[in-house]
C-alpha cells in the first residue's frame, strides 16, 4: 500500500507582498516529499478556497509578514462555509502573542514565528495530515 504524501497549499492572503520566506518553506517541504501547490502573493480568501478544493490540499499554510494574518479568521469562516473544515491551517510569520491567541481561537492549528526549524514545519505538516487522513477514512 502507497501512502500519498501530504499536499500543501502555501499562499499569501491580502496585501502582504514579502514572499521569500513563504518560497523557502515551500522549496524544503518540497525537498522533504511534499506536494506543494504554490501561489503568488495578493491571493484573495475565495480563490484560496477554490484552489484548496480543487487540490484537495490536507493543509493550507498562509505566510504573514505584514498583518495579512489578521484575515485568517475569514479564510477558516469560509472554509467552514464550503465544507472544508478539515484542512488544516497554519500561519507563518510575523504574529503578535494577543494575534496568535485570536487565530488559535478562529481554529487555526499552529501558529509558526520566524526563526521556526524548518524540520518542525515538516513534522506538524505530516501530523496535521495524518490527523485529517484518519478522519476522513
Known amino acids: 500500500m502507497t501512502t500519498q504524501p501530504p ?7 491580502g496585501l502582504d507582498g514579502h514572499d521569500r520566506g513563504s518560497r523557502v518553506v515551500a522549496s524544503f517541504l518540497r ?8 501561489t503568488p ?21 498562509v ?14 469562516q469560509a472554509l467552514g462555509a464550503a465544507g472544508l473544515q478539515d484542512i488544516a ?3 507563518g510569520g510575523i504574529v503578535p502573542d494577543a494575534d496568535e491567541a485570536m487565530l488559535l481561537e478562529a481554529g487555526v492549528a499552529r501558529v509558526f514565528h520566524p526563526g ?3 524540520e ?16 476522513n477514512s
Not at 509578514?65 to 479564510?75: F, R, S, Y
Not at 518542525?120 to 478522519?135: H, K, Q, S, V, W
Open 89 to 91: 491551517v497554519i500561519v
Open 7 to 13: 499536499k500543501v497549499l502555501v499562499t499569501k492572503i
Open 31 to 38: 525537498d522533504a516529499g511534499m506536494e506543494v501547490v504554490y
Open 41 to 61: 502573493p495578493w491571493q484573495d480568501i475565495p480563490a484560496v478556497v477554490k484552489l484548496a478544493m480543487e487540490e484537495d490540499v490536507d493543509v493550507i499554510g
Open 120 to 135: 518542525e514545519i515538516a513534522a506538524e505538516i505530516g501530523r496535521l495530515t495524518g490527523a485529517r487522513r484518519a478522519l
Open 116 to 118: 521556526s526549524a524548518l
Open 63 to 76: 505566510s504573514s509578514l505584514a498583518t495579512d494574518h489578521l484575515i485568517v479568521p475569514k479564510l477558516m
